[in-house]
């Protein structure tokens, strides 16, 4: 039944992100597990399409904030503001009280302005005037950077990345592909036409199965190993976090749901432990120029650390 | 795959070292050190290159224990009791780096700790963690064999035993691997025996052989400059030092060897034989003949000792030699005295008197003339009237003819033609070094019939106030004659007395430093040397200088922040994870050896799509049931099971039918 929700799911998101699969997979991953997405691509790969086709699909409530350097916490959050007729002060709310947020351009806003997420992101909750407003439990922020624009980008801090499930990129879709999507495209967007294909009780059906799906204490063994051993590799200055390895967790449960499993598999564990590893790393100033990856550590990783078959 | 030794084995290893090789004392504490580790729940946080000075600190001890062992080699070879010994401390030397990777935070070396030149290399190889419990585990095995008793197969099979149940593969039940070690050992103990048979076999064989081309011909035998052309040239090296008992005046002459054959320039000892003598005392007491009544002299004398074997040069008459801590020493019936299997300098005492010999008495050799100079020394003596007269007048003459009208001289002329080198010193040049007075002098007494003999060693006459010994350098080497006197041997010195003073004004300017150096050289050669003078406390340096670096080892190990240690998880390899007995494993072995064997970090499905098997339905439901087994909490059914069991059986006969067909997979 769950899987049937995953297959409509991502056929229906797939008439729209042409040839991404793969993509649409891992996302749905990230929000059945209940984390978040930090899309790191090159313009125009389709990242905000990504996110708002999602949101339209899903029947969720959907906002998307344009990060500037001279965005201000308060223009994410909301703001209380004094209503002289009332005599009161009345909280204007963000666009951050919603349950898909598209955080466009991420790496653009100051230090400041980024960590006003961190406690919606991590917490599922805002404070605001001493008053704390819970997000529900759908909140979903799927965040993008520009990898390329370093001029005015401020690098998200170590602690907002740890707070992202999954980073990944969506690259540039093959020529087949890249047709299609010309062709999809030459009347109209598809978007547009794009409808809700789930309720919200089957969003429901699809966490509490998740949840249900069964782990190994030797498939879990498996999965500490990978991240313990991400804090012993040469060139690493800052491991993955524990909350990495809950993160991992519940990923592959999720992919294993998808893939029709009761279980996890070492399978599924390795498909996302790039993506949910890679960004939490610190590597040393020295290995860093000395060409050395975060990506390039958690793939020696997968292949040094022996998989149980 | 790394080996994973199971918990305990370690210690056990190292009990079964200590109890083979006796040395429980260091057994005990190591086997305990490393069993608490996973109870103690702090760590030292060890950088690389706190690491990186272990490793160092380790090599230093190797070395240290080299040294020791070499040096105790050269006070009592055979060198083979030495390497068993070393053999045998392996555990102890290697123990540091071992229980610093138990208690370090960073749990392992690195290759490139090892090696000076890998240390910064970023390499994999450099990085490639190094874990040194299982070498560390054959290191005990291999020091437990020193002693070759029966208890020592038994203790390694168990052992084995041991690990083997630990680490033998998932699919296997542990009756199988137990049947399996079981029959190795079976079959190992014959062929062990028949290993050490063939061994001795070959060292037999060799050893012959070795003696047959190697060892060198009986070495007494002297050949002179006698017939030489050109000049004596002999380095003022100092090459013996003499200390003179209080009363005794010099100067000495003292005899490496003497001999009783001349024939054309050479002297040889016949008839020689050495018999073997007993150390008595503290075994370092040698008595070469009953202590005299009267006239006992002493004299201490200090040389250098090539390789622990050679002739030490004694006064005639000596009785007793004390302080020599040689293995072996054998006296010849010609007097000559020759140490082995001792240290590289010898500090000896001789208790002599001029009146005590040893040297076997004349025999008709020691009356001898060579057949070439026969007619010329019989003339000359009768010139002499040498005949019928006792000794002592016979030498007078001698010695007064040699010293009236021969001179010393280093040149060595041609000889003259139809004479032999003898004779023209005896008849024409009257010119010549030592070995002609003494050769000239020992043939003409023969002529008179008297018995005389050539002896060879050192005349010791130079003070060095610097050191307040005696000294003899190399060109103060010696010939004379020994005389058959009042019933028994005595020495006789027919060259002139001022041939010191001519050998030294061939000394080098720069013989004054050379000597300074010489004496440093010595000094440190006494230092090296000294613990031969010491018994069982002969290695107390060496245990000082290794004690000190351990102590600031663990002095600056203290000194360092600890954190604090979660208790370590239970080893993975001693776990059986469920479906351990999956038979999909017999596919997995059969597609090893003909695809080769699966990188450890490969998922089993992605290999398997790799290899080109993964994608019929009758593998993915052989799969879909092996993973169930394997990683489903909930298990696999009994009948499920059954079915893979069956799928498999019928998989892996169409495959060897195949295989046999040339069609792969």
Known sequence: MSREIYQTLLNHLETVMIGQRRTIRWLLAAFVAGGHVLLEDLPGTGKTTLAKAFACSLTLEFQRIQFTPDLLPSDILGVSIFDPQRQEFRLHRGPAFTEVLLADEINRASPRTQAALLEAMGERQISLDGERHELGEWFFVIATQNPIEFHGAYPLPEAQMDRFALRFNLGYPDVAGEMALLTAQRERHPLEALRPCVDRAALVDLRRAAAAIRISEEVSRYLVELVAATRKAPGVAMGASPRASLALMKIARSLALFDGLEFVTPDQVQELATAVLAHRLKLDPQARFSGLTAEAVVGDVLRQVPVPV | ?665
């Not at chain 2, 002739?311 to 009785?319: H, I, K, N, R, Y």
């Not at chain 2, 003339?369 to 016979?394: F, H, I, K, M, Y």
């Not at chain 2, 300017?509 to 006494?526: G, P």
């Open chain 2, 1 to 665: 795959m790394t080996l994973t030794l199971p918990p305990g084995l370690l210690a056990a290893a190292l009990l079964f070292w200590g109890w083979r090789t006796g040395l429980w004392l260091p057994a005990l504490p190591m086997a305990l050190l490393l069993e608490l580790a996973p109870r103690i729940t702090w760590r030292w946080a060890l950088d690389d290159n706190a690491l990186a000075r272990v490793i160092d600190l380790s090599a230093l001890l190797w070395v240290g224990a080299l040294i020791m062992l070499f040096t105790r080699y050269l006070n009592q070879p055979p060198l083979a009791t030495h390497l068993y010994t070393l053999l045998r401390w392996i555990p102890l030397l290697l123990f540091l780096p071992l229980a610093i990777q138990r208690y370090c935070t960073a749990g392992a070396f690195r290759v490139g700790h090892l090696f000076y030149l890998l240390r910064r290399s970023k390499s994999v190889l450099a990085q490639q963690a190094l874990q040194l419990d299982a070498p560390y585990f054959v290191c005990c095995l291999l020091a437990a064999g020193v002693t070759m008793q029966p208890g020592f197969l038994l203790g390694i099979g168990l052992l084995l035993l041991w690990l083997l149940l630990a680490a033998r593969p998932r699919r296997h039940r542990w009756p199988l691997t137990l049947t399996l070690v079981v029959v190795a050992a079976l079959v190992a103990w014959p062929l062990s025996a028949g290993l050490h048979r063939f061994q001795l076999a070959l060292e037999d064989t060799f050893s012959e052989w070795f003696e047959d081309w190697f060892i060198e011909v009986d070495p007494y035998r002297a050949r002179t400059a006698l017939g030489d052309i050109g000049e004596l040239k002999l380095s003022g090296r100092i090459v013996l030092r003499l200390k003179p008992g209080p009363g005794d005046p010099g100067p000495w002459l003292l005899r490496d060897a003497a001999y009783n054959s001349y024939f054309d320039g050479v002297w040889q000892a016949k008839n020689t034989r050495f018999t073997d003598l007993k150390s008595t005392g503290d075994g370092r007491e040698w008595r070469l003949l009953m202590a005299p009544e009267r006239q006992s002299r002493q004299l201490a004398i200090s040389l250098e000792l090539r390789r622990g074997t050679g002739m030490l040069p004694v006064p005639l008459g000596a009785w007793q030699l004390d302080r020599l801590p040689v293995g072996e020493l054998q006296i010849s019936n010609l007097g000559a005295i020759k140490a082995s299997e001792g240290p590289g300098l010898l500090d000896y005492g001789v208790e002599y008197s001029p009146v005590a010999d040893r040297d076997a008495p004349p025999a008709e050799l020691d009356l001898a003339l060579p057949r070439r100079e026969q007619a010329t020394l019989q003339r000359l003596a009768a010139e002499l009237d040498l005949a019928n007269q006792p000794p002592a007048v016979a030498a007078a003459r001698v010695h007064a003819f040699l010293l009236g009208q021969f001179r010393y001289s280093l040149d060595l002329p041609a000889p003259a033609a139809r004479l032999t080198a003898l004779e023209t010193f005896l008849l024409q040049t009257r010119a010549g070094h030592c070995e002609y007075f003494a050769t000239a002098a020992a043939l003409l007494l023969r002529a008179a019939g008297i018995p005389a003999r050539y002896a060879t060693g050192f005349s010791v006459s130079e003070y060095r106030a610097l050191e307040g010994v005696y000294v003899a350098r190399r060109r103060h080497a010696h010939a004379w004659t020994l005389i058959w006197r009042d019933g028994r041997w005595q020495d006789f010195d027919a060259t002139p007395p001022d041939w010191t003073r001519v050998e030294d004004e061939q000394s080098a300017w720069w013989q004054s430093i050379d000597d300074l150096w010489v004496w440093l050289n010595h000094q440190f050669n006494r230092w090296r040397w000294q613990e031969t003078t010491g018994e069982e406390s002969d290695n107390r340096g060496w245990w000082g200088v290794s004690g000190g670096l351990a102590a600031v080892l663990f002095w600056r190990l203290l000194r360092r922040r600890r954190v604090r240690h979660r208790s370590a998880a239970k080893p993975v390899a001693a776990t059986i994870w469920p479906g351990a007995e999956s038979p999909f494993y017999q596919i997995v072995v059969a597609l090893t050896t003909r695809a080769g064997s699966r990188p450890p970090g490969e998922g089993l499905e992605h290999w398997l799509r790799r290899i080109g098997v993964g994608e019929t339905a009758e593998m993915k439901a052989m799969i879909g049931w092996h993973q169930r087994w394997r990683f489903d909490p909930a298990g696999l059914s009994a009948p499920e099971q059954h079915r893979l069991a069956e799928t498999v059986a019928g998989w892996l006969t169409v495959h060897a039918t195949q295989r046999r067909g040339k069609r792969f997979y």
